[in-house]
């Protein structure tokens, strides 16, 4: 038995922090949606759960997807095993998800190859803990979320109808970093919109609270994004960086800027495409 399977970057429409827990965490309200750039996962029967990647560093029982399939083996008592290698595309401490997506599609796969019959709401609350990020694709579709990510919705409206451009600067940023570095720095939390108002942060695609302490951090980052808002009427930072996203009317535009990026060394990889509702597995 094989199969072959895409994981999706997320993107960040919008993001605002609105609370910082006891515990450390930052609750959000942001939207995801997807793009069409993907790592892909190839699985194989096995009687043990290993992991390998075209990036070796991040092959291994570290990998998020070796975790998550090892707690679920354990927690639903599972015999088999899987062997999975992943081809890694998308960028890594971009702020794009790529290690949470591979670890979601890893579960889907799981869940149907062990036939363990979870709901995706169930998977969602299985796997919240290994990754505030893993909950979005698991859901399956574009989503306004709250608290750690883990509150979502379905995005009320129609996705903009344009070119995204992504654009990543070579060098990433930490997670944990961004969120501590925000803690030092902020003025102030934003209003927390709440479900019953989510529309209101709509208003708002393209604001990052974070965006300012990522700049701060990464200058290849903050140069990249003043190049894309030099091209682009409206470009932003995804999740907490460093890679950003430009919006173009034509195709055309989108490619030439990354062709523009690349020759001038402000970016380390471009991806241009649309920006999609819709995961692509839907098992
Ligand atoms: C900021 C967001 C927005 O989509 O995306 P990325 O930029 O990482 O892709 C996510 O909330 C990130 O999700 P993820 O990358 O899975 O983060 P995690 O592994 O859960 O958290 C790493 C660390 O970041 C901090 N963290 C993360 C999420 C959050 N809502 N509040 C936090 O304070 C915590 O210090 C946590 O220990
Ligand atoms: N399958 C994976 N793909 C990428 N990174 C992974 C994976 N598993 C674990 N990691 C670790 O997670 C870190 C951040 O993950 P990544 O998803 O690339 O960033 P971000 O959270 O900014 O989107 C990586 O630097 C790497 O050490």
Redesign the pocket.
């Known amino acids: 038995m094989t199969l072959t399977l895409p994981?999706p970057?997320?993107i960040n429409l919008y993001l605002s922090v609105t609370r910082i827990r006891d515990d450390g965490m930052h609750d959000l309200d942001t939207a995801f949606a997807f793009s069409q750039a993907c790592?892909t996962l190839h699985f194989q029967a096995a009687e043990t759960i290993s992991?390998t990647?075209s990036?070796p560093?991040?092959g291994g029982e570290?990998?998020?997807?070796?975790?998550v399939l090892s707690a679920l083996r354990d927690r639903h008592n599972i015999r088999q095993g899987l062997s999975v290698h992943?081809e890694?595309s998308?960028?890594?401490?971009?702020?794009?998800?790529?290690?949470?997506?591979?670890?979601a599609t890893a579960l889907l796969a799981a869940n149907k190859l062990w036939q363990t019959g979870l709901t995706r709401e169930e998977l969602i609350a299985f796997a919240t803990p290994f990754?505030a990020?893993i909950p979005c694709f698991l859901y399956g579709q574009a989503s306004i979320a709250s608290g750690v990510g883990d509150r979502l919705h379905p995005y009320p409206d129609p996705l903009p109808d344009t070119t995204m451009l992504l654009a990543w600067p070579g060098s990433?940023?930490?997670?944990t970093r961004v969120f501590e570095h925000f803690d030092r720095t902020h003025p102030a939390l934003t209003t927390h919109q709440g479900v019953d108002t989510m529309r209101a942060g709509i208003h708002q695609m393209g604001h990052n609270d974070l965006e300012e302490a990522a700049c701060s951090m990464n200058k290849s980052m903050a140069c990249l994004l003043e190049e894309l808002r030099n091209c682009s009427d409206i470009a932003w930072m995804?999740?907490?960086?460093?890679?950003c996203i430009a919006l173009f009317q034509r195709a055309e535009q989108a490619c030439e800027t990354a062709q523009v990026l690349q020759a001038r060394q402000l970016a380390g990889w471009t991806h241009t495409g649309s920006i999609c509702s819709t995961h692509p597995v839907q098992l």
Do not use: F
């Not at 570290?62 to 975790?67: M, S």
């Not at 998308?90 to 670890?103: C, K, N, T, V, Y």
């Not at 990433?172 to 997670?175: A, E, M, R």
């Open positions: 994981a970057a997320k790592d992991v990647c990036r560093h991040l570290a990998n998020l997807v070796h975790r992943i890694k998308i960028p890594e401490q971009a702020g794009l998800g790529g290690g949470s997506s591979d670890a990754g990020d990433g940023l930490s997670t995804s999740g907490s960086g460093s890679a």
